[in-house]
Nanobody, 123 residues
């Protein structure tokens, strides 16, 4: 069974850090482009960070603060979030897409989504 399961969300204060994890099962994560999206209340879902074998994309507002990575041995992807701001609040979703399909953080093809984990940053 194909599954992506996120963890690591929570309630933190401005300036704190969080590390999100997304464990994949039923397929090999290394064979896919991977990324993280978020959705704030009343807003559309947006791509935060995505990576392929050749490129890594970050939303402008998180550059220098967030880092996407993956561990093939654990079949897991991560999002390290530092210097968190209240505007980072939202539900964070991990996503994977085909290795040859571009623009995962934009309009590119998404194969699987996680169920989401809530991140709340207080002022």
């Amino acid at each position: 069974q194909v599954q992506l399961v996120e963890s690591g969300g929570g309630l933190v204060q401005r300036g704190d850090s969080l590390s999100l994890s997304c464990v994949a099962s039923g397929f090999t994560l290394a064979n896919y482009n991977v990324g993280w999206f978020r959705q704030a209340p009343g807003k559309e879902r947006e791509g935060v960070a995505c990576t392929s074998t050749s490129t890594t994309y970050y939303l402008d507002s998180v550059k220098g603060r967030f880092t996407i990575s993956r561990d093939g041995a654990k079949n897991t992807m991560y999002l390290q979030m530092n210097s968190l701001k209240p505007e980072d609040t939202g539900v964070y979703y991990c996503v994977v897409g085909p290795p040859l399909a571009p623009d995962l953080c934009g309009l590119g093809i998404k194969d699987y989504w996680g169920q989401g984990t809530q991140v709340t940053v207080s002022p």
